[in-house]
């Protein structure tokens, strides 16, 4: 059988769109448009894989009814969906949308806490689903009740079975990952100077080798339109976009990591994988949606980025 992709989504959501035409705090309004997808950067990592035709199931923790939608939104867009069921309800995420106003305002809930014994349970599960996986993505934040030692206990376990592992996270998630020596982590600036404790990175490629003296195999900064740098075992690499007219860049980080692990299913070499995944990316920054690159736009932008 051929071996998937499984992104990990531990604080998955209900990530719920409400687009208005003019919005004003206090006042009463109605929604002009809606979008309702299956969250969490795992899931959208998930469903841009499913675009790029590889392979993917996606896990994390699920519970009551936005639990039931989050599953059912990932089968529709044909990704098997093998949750761990956890007692209370998936969080929901708000984004308000003012299209006349060009604002966007965010809500986001906390989400419920995950008991011990679903944790237990849950890293059963990962264990077996690993047998199937090639690359693991973990993805996103921490849900109450998850230590920051979570994700560095997925790492090693991933790693044990030969299991590439892709991390993108933050704050004190990410610090105490790394030395279980991810394969890949993939930070923003904003993550790289949290790591570092300054309030700016001006060299990133340096940041990003204290990253890898922390435990990282190799680390690959995303820098908004200046593409990234990659620095691993393989080598050292810049890759730089077109210049596009961007209309939404939120979910370009998720996109960037699902088209580097389509890369890798693929077989490519870690320059050509890089490649994709910047396409990707960029391709995001096209789209009003998040993490909804077209087909059409990752093919035309794979062939304008350069690679050094
Ligand atoms: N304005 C832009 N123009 C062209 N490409 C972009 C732009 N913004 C992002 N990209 C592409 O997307 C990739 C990832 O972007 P970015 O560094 O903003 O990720 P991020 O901050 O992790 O995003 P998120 O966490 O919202 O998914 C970049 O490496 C680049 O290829
Ligand atoms: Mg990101």
């Not at 531990?10 to 309004?29: K, L, Q, R, W």
């Not at 990707?280 to 909804?292: D, M, R, W």
Request: glycine residues 14%.
């Amino acid at each position: 059988m051929t071996k998937y992709a499984l992104t990990v989504a531990v604080n998955a959501a209900v990530d719920t769109s409400y687009i208005f035409d003019g919005f004003a705090v206090g006042e009463i309004h109605t929604v002009a448009e809606l979008q309702r997808v299956a969250g969490g950067k795992a899931n959208n990592v998930a469903r841009v894989l499913k675009l790029l035709g590889a392979p993917v199931v996606a896990t994390g923790f699920a519970g009551g009814g936005a639990g039931a939608f989050i599953r059912q939104d990932l089968e529709r867009h044909g990704i098997a969906a093998e949750y761990e069921e956890i007692p209370g309800e998936s969080r929901t995420c708000l984004a308000m949308v003012d299209r006349a106003g060009g604002t966007l305002t965010e809500v986001r809930e906390k989400g419920p806490t995950v008991p011990p014994e679903a944790a237990e349970a849950f890293l059963g599960r990962f264990e077996r689903l690993l047998d199937g996986a090639r690359v693991v993505v973990i993805s996103g934040s921490l849900p109450p009740g998850i230590g920051p030692e979570f994700y560095g206990m997925l790492v090693e376990r991933a790693r044990a079975r030969g299991v590439f592992t892709v991390l993108d996270t933050s704050g004190a998630a990410l610090k105490a990952a790394l030395g279980a020596g991810p394969d890949l982590v993939k930070p923003n600036r904003d993550e790289l100077s949290g790591f570092l404790g300054t309030s700016d990175v001006t060299d990133p490629l340096a940041a990003a080798r204290s990253m890898m003296a922390a435990g990282a195999r190799a680390v690959a900064v995303s820098l908004g339109k200046e593409g990234l740098v990659y620095i691993g075992p393989e080598g050292t690499w810049r890759v730089k976009p077109p210049a596009v007219d961007a209309v939404n860049t939120v979910g370009s980080g998720d996109s960037l990591v699902a088209g580097f692990t389509a890369g890798l299913l693929r077989g490519l070499a870690v320059p050509e994988a890089l490649r994709l995944g910047v396409a990707c990316g960029t391709a995001n920054a096209l789209t009003k949606g998040v993490a909804s690159p077209r087909a059409e736009d990752i093919e035309r932008i794979l062939g304008q980025v350069v690679v050094e």
